[in-house]
């Protein structure tokens, strides 16, 4: 066989198998084998980890915000600040050392258990506590403690009078 002969062989092979990677997939109506629904998730973003203690990136950010409730909600159409799971915008005490949140009555977890001013102070604690170096953890530098004041009532400790970036720490996966 000569050396055209060879080459229109190669390049006839070549074109069957790039057509034949066009062909896609049938579509089977998003189901999986065992019947179930499938969710799809498209992102051009990295997505470190769904762990609000273990990521702080906009992969990640994009993700959690459809699973976990913050305490304020950021507008990015305006960059306000509005309550989610807060039931006010909160109140400083009068020397600004104290920054008091009232949550929204009614709070559930997904599998229906309450959630209480007493499961945001260990998100915050779990947070501080794990100091991942990819996660929020140094948003909460200010942040010398959390308490429960009652089953709706936190309360942020912070070492600078009257923080005016708090609520936008509140406002985030920290």
């Known amino acids: 066989m000569n050396s055209k002969k060879i080459l229109a062989v190669v390049a006839s092979a070549a074109a069957v198998v790039s057509l034949t990677a066009c062909g896609g997939v049938k579509d089977d109506g998003g ?6 629904n499938a969710i799809t998730v498209g992102t051009t973003d990295k997505i470190t980890s769904v762990d609000p203690a273990g990521s702080y990136d906009n992969g990640s ?8 409730p913050f305490l304020y909600a950021q507008d990015y159409n305006t960059s306000e600040l509005s309550p989610d799971i807060a039931a006010d915008d909160g109140t400083w005490n ?3 050392s104290e920054f008091t949140v009232k949550l929204k009555d009614g709070l559930k977890f997904a599998n229906g258990n309450d959630l209480t001013a007493s499961d945001v102070k260990f998100s915050f604690d779990r947070i501080k506590k794990i100091n991942d170096p990819n996660g929020p953890s140094s948003l ?3 942040i ?10 936190v309360g942020f400790k912070d070492s600078v009078p009257f923080d005016v970036t708090l609520k936008q720490v509140l406002s985030s996966p920290a």
Request: hydrophobic share 35%.
């Open 31 to 36: 189901t999986t084998a065992s019947g179930s």
């Open 61 to 68: 950010y994009a993700v959690q915000i459809n699973i976990f």
């Open 94 to 96: 009068d020397d600004g």
């Open 140 to 142: 909460l530098a200010n």
């Open 144 to 153: 010398e403690s959390v308490t429960a004041k009652d089953d709706t009532t």
